[in-house]
């Protein structure tokens, strides 16, 4: 991993940028000598095509990434379209890693658990670790 092959990453979304999705981004941020490249765009919302353009999308993001981090707060808030996200994912072989609600407002339902290569805190330290891990397996 260097500035010219950073880490491909992409974080689930609803194609909105959540609290949890920006924090992530700041968390990256955050390391010093950390290269990653952010595959995920909530801002490409289809405009027609309904729930077919969607998937199509989103399938799009996650096939360009080399690791995909689960939130697990929009796991909660929609986890249809979060479980679509991490079928694409594990149909790419793209690893799974989970972070817990932020803040421990709850507790990481036990389905993501589960599917998750790793399952973090939010700690800057743990995510990159993570991501290195399992992006460059």
């Keep these: 991993m260097s500035e010219k092959n950073p ?3 992409f974080v ?3 194609f909105q940028e959540s609290d949890d999705y920006l924090r992530v981004f700041e968390f990256l941020e955050s390391m010093e000598r950390f290269f990653y490249l952010n595959c995920s765009k909530p801002e ?3 405009g027609t095509g309904g729930l077919d353009a969607i998937k199509e999308e989103l ?3 996650i096939k360009e990434c080399e690791a ?3 939130l697990a707060t929009q796991y909660m808030e929609n986890d249809d379209l979060t ?4 079928d694409v994912a594990e149909a790419n072989e793209k690893p799974l890693i ?3 609600p932020f803040g421990g407002i709850a507790e990481t339902p036990q389905e993501l658990v589960a599917r998750a290569k790793e399952h973090l805190e939010w700690t800057e330290r743990d995510i990159v670790d993570a991501l ?3 992006a460059r397996l």
């Design 83 to 86: 479980k679509f996200q991490m």
């Design 12 to 14: 689930t979304h609803n």
């Design 132 to 134: 290195k891990r399992q």
């Design 68 to 70: 995909v981090i689960v």
């Design 98 to 100: 989970a972070i817990r």
């Design 59 to 61: 399938i799009a993001q």
């Design 7 to 9: 880490i491909r990453v």
């Design 44 to 46: 490409n919302m289809p």
